[in-house]
């Protein structure tokens, strides 16, 4: 009669099943293993971003002393690429430097011939 009780007063039965709630959540699998491209996947991306990365500051730093006008404006757009793709810090040096170029490049070409 008390264990009636309880299970009216609680709004279920004493078979409840609550693990889903306290589990972790399952990663993907396929027959019994991880999904290892998904990682290979990431990770070549995370490679490729810095190799853009790289390049854009490449071209960022080159463009403080040739072509300024040409070279920052590609600067910052493959440093924003490389930014979107996980190089945060390369992608954001690359942005800065290229703007830096491309606009001192405008406000000192009145001065020089």
């Known amino acids: 009669m008390e264990k ?5 007063k609680f709004g279920g039965d004493e ?4 693990a889903a709630e306290i589990t972790a959540p399952l990663t993907e699998q ?5 999904d290892e491209s998904h990682e290979s996947r990431s990770a070549g991306a995370g490679l ?6 790289y390049t854009a500051l490449f071209i960022a730093l ?3 002393f ?11 757009v493959l440093g924003f ?3 979107r793709g996980g190089s945060k810090s390369l992608g954001t040096w ?6 830096v170029t491309f606009i001192a490049y405008f406000l000192l070409l009145p001065y020089f011939p």
């Open 15 to 18: 078979f409840e099943e609550y």
């Open 48 to 53: 490729q971003s810095r190799k853009i990365g």
């Open 94 to 99: 690359s942005i800065s430097i290229g703007l």
């Open 30 to 34: 396929h027959n019994g293993r991880r």
């Open 81 to 83: 690429i490389a930014f």
């Open 62 to 64: 080159a463009a403080l």
């Open 4 to 8: 009636d009780d309880d299970r009216n």
């Open 66 to 76: 040739v072509w300024p006008a040409i070279l920052g404006p590609i600067a910052v």
